[in-house]
């Protein structure tokens, strides 16, 4: 979506508004702030003062415009489920669905953790255990990657993230493709971040659960939480697989409920939708990522590996070290944030595009931790009164990487693995026939994105 500029005019003349409600700066004695319900389908967000939940107005309000300029669609910051503040372009952009990017990862981990709560998988099980048997689905190296290895993106197959996702919309089979790619380290030795890893352990947990990925997603995870059916679009491959790490096109409060069941342990209206042992389990930093947890990021490590845009680097610092250690987040490429800090029952929501300031290209491009998310929470966190959060003071730079070979995140011989996968499937043929089912799917589901069309 482009907004025309005269929006930065609006940005800046609302920003003393971002407050919902407004309240007094002057600082107030703490007290236990109330919780508000939480919303059912077709429902607003509760909202308080920022006072009532023990946090500067005028604080909050800098924050929150601050962020409103860095290319923002969106900004929502929740304390106790309460909404105390958006940008005023949240108004305007409530109804439009973005495409959520490497969110959809962290989605597609959420529906792991149920899989495996219902015991339908476990997270050492071999993936072969789960997928089809014959030719083109994977040797057996390949399908003793594990459900862990692929949820900690250490499967040690070739990855590209460019390269894998090039073919996005005429993939005849995501699951295939991701079988094919060779290894180019051991599983579970090293950190690689990857688009087909998730991809496959959508169709895993498909496979495990024995129903469609989207309508159990649908019947598990958004309608309980109050996204209805046909109210958003989540992109098919040609044979009907969703893609796992991709695609979903969801609305910032769709996105906003999302951050709140993992801000409520994986609860919701009195009922469990996510284990709460596996949501206390996705921030928990790997051995071969400290900012990497369960296809969530971290910040409980000290040692963060990013990804391969424009090539992989290892930072020895906390994702963001302006916010609580406990902080965690689903994260999409351009800046599509889904923060939870547990200790302060505050969830941050913001859709956009980039944003960051800094030298260096991984962080601008959004693959290494960024500046945009350091700088805004050192503000927000001054606004908190009742928790003394150390101030990391302001942004310091990173070191810059001059690794800019386009073979790191373009690889061609991925992009080719995609396109002729096996002797059993290609980018035209799979199995004896043309795949056209998930073009029809995608047809289908496109009201989904057009206010009044989808179902609500």
């Given at each position: 979506?482009?907004?025309?500029?005269?929006?930065?005019?609006?940005?800046?003349?609302?920003?003393?508004?971002?407050?919902?409600?407004?309240?007094?700066?002057?600082?107030?004695?703490?007290?236990?702030?109330?919780?508000?319900?939480?919303?059912?389908?077709?429902?607003?967000?509760?909202?308080?003062?920022?006072?009532?939940?023990?946090?500067?107005?005028?604080?909050?309000?800098?924050?929150?415009?601050?962020?409103?300029?860095?290319?923002?669609?969106?900004?929502?910051?929740?304390?106790?489920?309460?909404?105390?503040?958006?940008?005023?372009?949240?108004?305007?952009?409530?109804?439009?669905?973005?495409?959520?990017?490497?969110?959809?990862?962290?989605?597609?981990?959420?529906?792991?953790?149920?899989?495996?709560g219902d015991g339908e998988l476990a997270l050492d099980d071999p993936i072969g255990r789960h997928l089809p048997t014959g030719p083109g689905w994977g040797d057996a190296a390949h399908r003793a990657i594990t459900v862990r290895?692929?949820?900690?993106?250490?499967?040690?197959?070739?990855?590209?993230?460019?390269?894998?996702?090039?073919?996005?919309?005429?993939?005849?089979?995501?699951?295939?493709?991701?079988?094919?790619?060779?290894?180019?380290?051991?599983?579970?030795?090293?950190?690689?971040?990857?688009?087909?890893?998730?991809?496959?352990?959508?169709?895993?947990?498909?496979?495990?659960?024995?129903?469609?990925?989207?309508?159990?997603?649908?019947?598990?995870?958004?309608?309980?939480?109050?996204?209805?059916?046909?109210?958003?679009?989540?992109?098919?491959?040609?044979?009907?697989?969703?893609?796992?790490?991709?695609?979903?096109?969801?609305?910032?409060?769709?996105?906003?409920?999302?951050?709140?069941?993992?801000?409520?342990?994986?609860?919701?209206?009195?009922?469990?939708?996510?284990?709460?042992?596996?949501?206390?389990?996705?921030?928990?930093p790997t051995g071969t990522n400290g900012c990497y947890g369960l296809l969530f990021w971290t910040n409980r490590g000290t040692s963060c590996t990013s990804a391969d845009i424009p090539a992989a680097q290892t930072l020895n610092?906390?994702?963001?070290?302006?916010?609580?250690?406990?902080?965690?987040?689903?994260?999409?490429?351009?800046?599509?944030?889904?923060?939870?800090?547990?200790?302060?029952?505050?969830?941050?929501?913001?859709?956009?595009?980039?944003?960051?300031?800094?030298?260096?290209?991984?962080?601008?491009?959004?693959?290494?931790?960024?500046?945009?998310?350091?700088?805004?929470?050192?503000?927000?966190?001054?606004?908190?009164?009742?928790?003394?959060?150390?101030?990391?003071?302001?942004?310091?730079?990173?070191?810059?990487?001059?690794?800019?070979?386009?073979?790191?995140?373009?690889?061609?011989s991925v992009l080719l693995t995609n396109l002729v996968t096996n002797p059993q499937c290609n980018i035209v043929f799979c199995d004896g026939g043309i795949p056209t089912k998930g073009l029809w799917q995608n047809l289908l589901?496109?009201?989904?994105?057009?206010?009044?069309?989808?179902?609500?």
């Open positions: 979506m482009r907004l025309a500029g005269s929006v930065a005019a609006v940005l800046i003349a609302g920003a003393a508004l971002t407050a919902v409600p407004t309240a007094s700066a002057a600082a107030t004695t703490p007290r236990p702030p109330t919780s508000c319900a939480l919303p059912g389908a077709g429902q607003a967000f509760g909202a308080a003062k920022p006072s009532e939940q023990n946090l500067d107005a005028a604080k909050v309000a800098r924050a929150v415009s601050m962020l409103s300029l860095r290319l923002r669609l969106s900004v929502q910051v929740f304390r106790n489920n309460c909404l105390v503040s958006q940008s005023p372009l949240t108004a305007l952009t409530s109804s439009v669905h973005n495409n959520v990017w490497s969110v959809t990862k962290s989605v597609t981990s959420l529906l792991t953790g149920i899989a495996v290895q692929l949820l900690t993106q250490t499967s040690g197959t070739r990855q590209s993230i460019l390269a894998e996702a090039a073919s996005t919309a005429t993939d005849p089979n995501l699951a295939r493709e991701a079988l094919a790619q060779p290894f180019v380290y051991r599983p579970g030795a090293k950190f690689q971040y990857s688009q087909l890893g998730p991809a496959l352990l959508a169709y895993v947990v498909q496979r495990a659960v024995g129903e469609d990925l989207i309508a159990f997603a649908q019947r598990r995870l958004f309608g309980p939480i109050g996204i209805s059916d046909g109210s958003y679009l989540w992109l098919r491959d040609r044979s009907g697989m969703a893609y796992g790490y991709s695609n979903l096109f969801l609305t910032p409060g769709q996105l906003a409920r999302l951050g709140l069941l993992m801000s409520n342990e994986g609860r919701w209206a009195g009922k469990q939708i996510v284990p709460r042992s596996y949501v206390r389990a996705v921030s928990r610092r906390r994702a963001i070290p302006s916010a609580p250690v406990d902080a965690y987040e689903m994260n999409g490429t351009g800046g599509q944030l889904v923060v939870m800090i547990p200790s302060l029952d505050m969830t941050v929501v913001t859709t956009g595009y980039f944003g960051s300031l800094a030298l260096n290209p991984g962080v601008v491009l959004g693959a290494a931790p960024d500046e945009m998310q350091w700088t805004f929470f050192r503000e927000l966190m001054a606004a908190v009164q009742d928790v003394d959060v150390p101030d990391a003071g302001p942004y310091r730079g990173d070191p810059i990487s001059f690794d800019l070979d386009p073979r790191n995140f373009l690889d061609p589901a496109l009201p989904g994105l057009v206010p009044g069309l989808g179902v609500r």
